[in-house]
């Protein structure tokens, strides 16, 4: 299987390398990411400035640094890349730090995975739910081995959105399919001078979030999978309201 990987920690970090390395035990894999962290920048495209796009080399893998945003990494590849390189599937990751619930509006990641089902192809977003640290080689095989059970049952129209919990004792308690949660914040934004804010806050426990979610079951010690649309159309109001006069 061919493979296009990415994420938005940058092409340096170690949750990519080691997700590429273990990937291409078994497949062909081309690795394009960011220059250097990209993290929280959702779907955003770079159009008002030149995009740098490097081919850094690489033994087992071919890997390219791209000065713009993961959705850049993704669309840059589709039109200048997979001519020769005809991709079976998108996947981004692993990236260091949860992508759950509503946090995956802001997701670099997940967006990534996001542009490649729009542009026609499977895809797959992995985190790690630690913001650093954590055992990336362990991360990368129970990514690997989820990615084999779900690729056959993939579609275009929707992604998978997996993310591993912290290691307990080297393992999990299992992994269960999920939807999405809600994550509420202490947000604010800290002055740092008289013209700059810096946004800070903590993730807050709160009671609006059934068990079962993925926010709830990634806090238990589960590996949640979520199927992800990226279209967000809210049919049963466009149906309610199809016949009104405006």
Avoid at 203 to 216: A, Q, R, S, T
Wanted: glycine share 8%; net charge negative.
């Amino acid at each position: 299987m061919n493979i296009l990987l990415c994420n938005d920690d940058g092409y340096l970090s170690d949750g990519i390398r080691e997700f590429a390395d273990a990937l291409s035990e078994n497949h062909n894999v081309v690795l394009i990411a960011p220059e250097n962290n990209r993290s929280a920048v959702s779907h955003s495209l770079t159009i008002f400035k030149d995009i740098v796009v490097k081919k850094i080399g690489g033994t087992k893998y071919e890997i390219y640094s791209v000065s713009g945003t993961p959705a850049d990494c993704v669309k840059f590849a589709h039109h200048n890349l997979f001519r020769d390189f005809p991709i079976d599937l998108v996947v981004a990751g692993i990236n260091k730090g949860h992508n759950l619930g509503t946090d995956i509006l802001y997701s670099g990641t997940v967006s990534a995975a996001f542009e490649g089902a729009a542009l026609g192809y499977k895809a797959m977003a992995f985190s790690y739910v630690g913001h650093s640290g954590g055992d990336m080689k362990k991360c990368a095989k129970i990514a690997c081995e989820l990615l084999e059970k779900l690729y056959p049952v993939t579609q275009c129209e929707y992604i998978w959105n997996i993310n591993i919990p912290v290691l307990e004792n080297g393992g999990v308690k299992g992994v269960k399919m999920a939807p999405l949660g809600k994550q509420i914040y202490s947000d604010n934004f800290k002055k740092v001078n008289e013209d700059t804010f810096v946004l800070v806050g903590e993730m807050l426990v709160h009671e609006e979030n059934d068990e079962n979610c993925d926010v709830e079951l990634s806090r238990k010690g589960y590996v949640t999978v979520t199927p992800l649309l990226y279209d967000k159309t809210a049919y049963s109001v466009l149906k309610r309201f199809e016949n009104m006069e405006l």
